[in-house]
């Protein structure tokens, strides 16, 4: 079966609700429910429930694959994989990796997580292994640095 496609504002506040300590299970029974009152409680001012509220009304199921499944981004933005990397990997630009006005340099990734960006992240961004993170010494899963390259300018449009 193919994985759910995300709209980005909706994948932005899933990955959000996710890091802000929602559990999954949480979540699926806010869907199930139509209760969402929990999730707006957390709402700020900055970041608001709009978009996640009414795709789950309009496509629960969608909605549930996703949280259990995996999805990928319909469109990654610049600012949509800035944030990717914040609330699912929790690093920051310029406090994890350096930003610049078409690419994210020397963000570090173990393979497995590598391996679930690429598959989130559409193909208007080039992801390039730099190598292995010198600053780490022997482990199970090795940490890596990699470039994500914007390949298509329209993007930053967005």
């Known amino acids: 079966m193919e994985r759910v496609r995300l709209p980005q ?6 990955e959000g609700a996710l890091s802000f300590g929602v559990e999954q299970e949480q979540l699926l029974n806010m869907i ?4 969402f009152t929990e999730l707006t409680k957390m709402e700020t001012e900055l970041f608001g429930w709009e978009s996640l509220i009414e795709f789950a009304s309009t496509y629960p199921d969608d909605l549930r694959r996703a949280i259990t499944e995996g999805y990928e981004y319909r469109f990654t933005t610049k600012n949509g994989l800035k944030l990717l990397l914040l609330f699912k990997f929790l690093q920051q630009a310029e406090e994890h990796y350096t930003e610049g006005p078409d690419y ?3 963000v570090k990734l173990t393979a497995s ?5 690429r598959s989130m992240i559409t193909k208007n961004w080039k992801m390039i292994e730099l190598g292995q993170d010198e600053r780490q010494g022997e482990a199970h899963d090795v940490t890596r640095l990699y470039r994500f390259e914007l390949a298509n300018q329209t993007a930053f449009n967005e």
Do not use: N, T
């Open 9 to 14: 504002p909706v994948a932005v506040r899933l």
């Open 32 to 35: 199930d429910q139509g209760d």
């Open 104 to 106: 994210f340099d020397q």
């Open 113 to 117: 997580e590598a391996q679930l960006i």
